[in-house]
Antibody, heavy 124, light 105 residues
Framework: EGQLMESGGAVVKPGGSLRLSCAASGFKFDEYTMHWIRQVPGKGLEWVSLIQWDGKTSEYSDSVRGRFTVSRDNTKNSLFLQMSSLRTEDTALYYC?????????????????WGQGTLVTVSS | AVQLTQSPSSLSASVGDRVTITCRAGQDISRGLAWYQQTPGKPPRLLIYDASNLRGGVPSRFSGSGFGTDFILTISSLQPEDFASYYCQQYETNPYNFGQGTKLE
C-alpha cells in the first residue's frame, strides 16, 4: 500500500512561504492521484489539494486556492506543496496521502495511505 | 461545499458494546463516503470506502451502510484498540471534506 514521508515543515512568519515535500515508496507512484490534507493539532481534518497521476490536473480547497500550488515529480516519486502568503490559520500538521482508488490510474479521492505529517506553524 | 454532520460528537462505551456513528450529508453524495479511524499521534487509517466496502485487513466487526445522504458506521463488538476518533469523508464533490469527528471513549 505504500509508504509516505513528509518533510519541510517549519515555523514561518505570516506572509511567508514554505515548500513541503513528500517522498513515496512501495507503490507505483505515477499511477495514483496524490493529496495534501491538514489537521490543526487536536482538531478535525481538512482536505487541501490533489494532483492527478500525470500532474496535469490539480484541485484546491477554497481556503488555499491562489496561495498554494501542488506539484509532483514522477521520476523521483515525490509530491510537493508550495505554500505562499501564509496565514496564522494555515498552522497545522500537513499530511500527504495516496488515493485509494483501485481502478488505475487511481482518482477516487479517498485516502488509503498517509504519511506521519509535517508541522507548519505560522506565527509572528 | 457538501456539509457533513457526524453524530454524536463523543460517545462513551465499553468493551463488547455495539456502537453506531452517523454521518449525514447536506446533499446527495451517492455512495461516495469513506470512514477513517484516528488514534492520538497517528495519521488516520481508512476503514470503509464507497459507503460499505471494508478495506482489506480491517476487522470484520467494522461495517458501513448508507446511500445518498445518510450513512452509518457500526462497530459490532468494541475492542480496546477501537477507542479512537472516527471521521467520515465525502468524495463526490470538491472540497472532499470530512465530518467533524466522533470521539469514542
Amino acid at each position: 500500500e505504500g509508504q509516505l514521508m513528509e518533510s519541510g515543515g517549519a515555523v514561518v512568519k505570516p506572509g511567508g512561504s514554505l515548500r513541503l515535500s513528500c517522498a513515496a515508496s512501495g507503490f507505483k507512484f505515477d499511477e495514483y492521484t496524490m493529496h495534501w490534507i491538514r489537521q490543526v493539532p487536536g482538531k478535525g481534518l481538512e482536505w487541501v489539494s490533489l494532483i492527478q497521476w500525470d500532474g496535469k490536473t490539480s484541485e484546491y480547497s477554497d481556503s488555499v486556492r491562489g496561495r498554494f500550488t501542488v506539484s509532483r515529480d514522477n521520476t523521483k516519486n515525490s509530491l510537493f506543496l508550495q505554500m505562499s502568503s501564509l496565514r496564522t490559520e494555515d498552522t497545522a500538521l500537513y499530511y500527504c496521502a495516496k488515493d485509494g482508488g483501485t481502478l488505475l490510474p487511481a482518482s477516487d479521492y479517498f485516502f488509503d495511505s498517509w504519511g506521519q505529517g509535517t508541522l507548519v506553524t505560522v506565527s509572528s | 461545499a457538501v456539509q457533513l454532520t457526524q453524530s454524536p460528537s463523543s460517545l462513551s462505551a465499553s468493551v463488547g458494546d455495539r456502537v453506531t456513528i452517523t454521518c449525514r450529508a447536506g446533499q446527495d453524495i451517492s455512495r461516495g463516503l469513506a470512514w477513517y479511524q484516528q488514534t492520538p499521534g497517528k495519521p488516520p487509517r481508512l476503514l470503509i470506502y464507497d459507503a460499505s466496502n471494508l478495506r482489506g485487513g480491517v476487522p470484520s466487526r467494522f461495517s458501513g451502510s448508507g446511500f445518498g445522504t445518510d450513512f452509518i458506521l457500526t462497530i459490532s463488538s468494541l475492542q480496546p484498540e477501537d477507542f479512537a476518533s472516527y471521521y467520515c469523508q465525502q468524495y463526490e464533490t470538491n472540497p472532499y471534506n470530512f465530518g467533524q469527528g466522533t470521539k469514542l471513549e
